[in-house]
């Protein structure tokens, strides 16, 4: 059974810093693209990281350079650290093991406000 449980999400300030956790179960970590998203109040999912099975990531334009996506195949979990945050970073960040529709967890918190 596929398991993917996200954490790490909280209150931070304009220009703090979080660092999200994902932890997935069920499936071969080390052959699986892993990606997040995220859901801002009234907005439609917004892809914002993915990395693969090499490590290669990728970024929306509107977290490059402000985020980093990373994993760690012996804990089979990926992560995401959150610098440089903005109001308009808060949303709530969800965790997708595979490739679409893949796996999704329920997500996790995040609000960026002083």
């Known amino acids: 059974q596929v398991r993917v449980v996200e954490s790490g999400g909280g209150l931070a300030q304009p220009g703090g810093s979080l660092r999200l956790s994902c932890a997935a179960s069920?499936?071969?970590?080390?052959?699986?693209?892993m990606s997040w998203a995220r859901q801002a109040p009234g907005k439609g999912l917004e892809w914002i990281a993915n990395?693969?099975?090499?490590?290669?990531?990728y970024y929306a334009d509107s977290v490059k350079g402000r985020f980093t996506i990373s994993r760690d195949s012996a804990k089979s979990t990926v992560y995401l650290q959150l610098d440089s945050l903005k109001p308009e970073d808060t949303a709530v960040y969800l965790c997708r093991a595979g490739r679409s529709p893949g796996y999704w967890g329920q997500g996790t918190q995040v609000t960026v406000s002083s």
């Open positions: 069920g499936f071969t970590f080390s052959n699986t693209a």
């Open positions: 990395i693969g099975r090499e490590s290669d990531t």
